[in-house]
């Protein structure tokens, strides 16, 4: 037998590192319940039910002087009556009694606290706004804030639910993260039948100072997440945002996002329920491209991708293999596979030909597959067919295409099915349902209790798989080219040059595009006929003039092209002098497709680079897409690819293919542009640009200074 160990006196053992504010609230070992009290239908009951029934084995201390004890544990008078600091206080008192609270709170040494009340006050003349106030008090005591206007947060690992609201008695844990700015969605999520399992998920509400960027960081180091979900209204601290998002990616966990406010109307709405900007969602698009985030369009999309992802299962390459008992449901997801943008795998010969020995007669071999013939030894032609489709190489993922109707025996059929298939499957495996209402909820259990994930509709289900796809797609992605290296002294000159008092003409706006290495047609300014017929000759005719008074040319009229002589010059400076006496006089550029882009300022993410259908289309169809900085060429090229004129760049009969290359490299230059100089600009318009075959060619544009 071993002697005891000796421990030396000297030596004092070691103290635990202090946690943060944020950890403090979501691992919170103790807990303060403000309001807490035992009157059946309140609020402050729930909160206590929620925490104390809900298996949280810290301690325990509810507040409110009108109680002695509540659900048999003492009751204390104030926050000032903790026998020492606790991790966190929930705060459930009115928005009058919020602001005392949060300083006894504060007072009290408490790490954190959940806020649900609204914070709305009347506007007061010199005071701040309550929830200025309150987030002030937090950030000098160090405290981390959940809320407020929100319905707090569960730790389902930890069995710790910060929450006054009626929410599911027994939650299993799982590998999800969601975080919501909606209290309705985070109940909603909750009360899920359908299998999702959640680590934590948090009402972050107005965010006062703990924000969703700061509950994705927390979630990313927790071994449990395999997924986040995301409900979101805007990000309130964008910077961070997009880091937290760029970490995931890093760490292979797949982030899906419901972003509202796309429209105006919706926008407005958010601004008033959140006070936060939800900026333009074409912002949004090109974070998420950039960082990899799954958008999705609906509460159903985000659930079914969700359960897609939860397992964990990463799509192989290819596409999707389906296998169906119906025809017509068959050929109805070949229309929304079509609608949705998901292509079906190209099975090679040797899958057809062990397809076709395994199917009844008169069933074809072919992707997506009907296996339903007599109904004779069902289960082992769909087990064999699901088997033979997983080997081929160019499966990516299988979707067993079936609507989960009442079936007995019980234990047989597709569920048997399914189960035996995904025990020994490696690529990811989903039953899909066309019809939400069809699923028999016991059959669903009995398929979801073996890890396999059922999605409820033919949309969101095929969505969820263009999902599962774009993840692998993006997780594929080369490594970004490295930002081109600018001639010495350019950001410097137009750092200092765009200081200056008087903003930048057009000639000067193409200099600025040259240096950069956009190219742009050669342009003089003349400030009378004489000077104007110089410029023409320096440059060679034909040209073209254009005012250099105003800044939308064409609508005024104050275009002149193909200005081929020394009469046509002195003539069209005559008609343009109408506008004003300055013009500019530029080269003719050679015909092409006409495309704009630019760089943008977006209110929360700073500096975006543009492209779009140029000219008047601009305005019209509104076709274009922003890029997050840096840019690369293929970074580019995904944002020229999703543009509706897109087709026109391949040509035409007769009609040679855009170099888009050449245009992809220009938006290149844009992006050194905008991360060198881009906080001195609103915007840089650049329209049009001409692609032809032989490369691209700017011939006007814009520079909107910072604050002009």
Partial sequence: MN???????????????????????????????????????????????????????????????????VMGTACLASLGDLPGPVDLAILGVANHRVEE???????????????????????REGVDPLPERLARIAREAGMAICGSNGMGFLNVERRLRACGFSEPAELEPGGICFVTHSGSVFSAVLHNDRGLRFNLVVSSGLELTTTASDYVRYALGLESTRVIGLFLEAARDPSEFVQALRLAASRDVPVVALKVGREPAARSLVAAHSGALAGDDAAYEAVFDACGVLRVGTLDELADTLELLQPGRRAASGGLAAIHDSGGERAHLIDVAAEVGVAFASLDDGTLRRLSAILEPGLAAGNPLDAWGTGNDAERIYADCMRAMLDDPNTAALAMVVDLTTQEPRDGGYVAVAREIAAGAHKPVAVLSNLHAAIDPVDARAIRSSGIPILEGTATGLAAFGHLFGWRDFRGRAAPEPTPQRPSGVRDRWLHRLEEPHGLDEVESLELLADYGVPVAAARHAASADEALEAAKAIGFPVAMKTAEHAHKTALGGVRL???????????????????????????????????????????????????????????????????????????????????????????????????????????????????????????????????????????????????
């Fill in 3 to 69: 002697p005891p160990a000796v421990r030396s006196e000297a030596v004092a053992p070691a103290r635990p590192l202090p946690r943060s504010p944020l950890a403090a609230m979501l691992e919170a070992r103790s807990v303060a319940v403000v309001g807490a009290s035992s009157r059946e239908g309140s609020f402050g009951l729930e909160m206590m039910r929620q925490l104390v029934g809900g298996g949280f084995d810290g301690d325990v201390f509810p507040v409110n002087p009108s109680y002695s004890e």
């Fill in 101 to 123: 609270q949060l300083v006894a709170a504060a007072s009290a040494g408490v790490r954190a606290a959940v806020i649900f009340a609204s914070t709305y006050e009347e506007p």
């Fill in 562 to 708: 193909g200005v081929a002589d020394e009469d046509a010059v002195r003539r069209a400076y005559e008609e343009l002098r109408n506008l004003g006496e300055r013009v500019t006089v530029a080269a003719m550029a050679p015909a092409g497709v006409e495309v704009a882009i630019g760089v943008v300022r977006d209110p929360q993410f700073g500096p975006l680079v543009m492209v779009a259908a140029g000219g008047v289309l601009i305005e019209l169809l509104r076709d274009r897409r922003f890029v997050l900085p840096p840019v690369d060429r293929a970074a580019a090229m995904r944002a020229i690819d999703r543009l509706a004129v897109r087709p026109l760049l391949d040509g035409s009969p007769g009609v040679p293919p855009a170099d888009l290359d050449a245009l992809a490299g220009a938006m290149v230059g844009l992006s050194a542009l905008a991360e060198d100089v881009g906080d001195r600009l609103d915007a840089l318009d650049v329209n049009p640009v001409l692609c032809g075959p032989d490369g691209v060619l700017a011939v006007d544009a814009l520079v909107v200074r910072r604050g002009a």
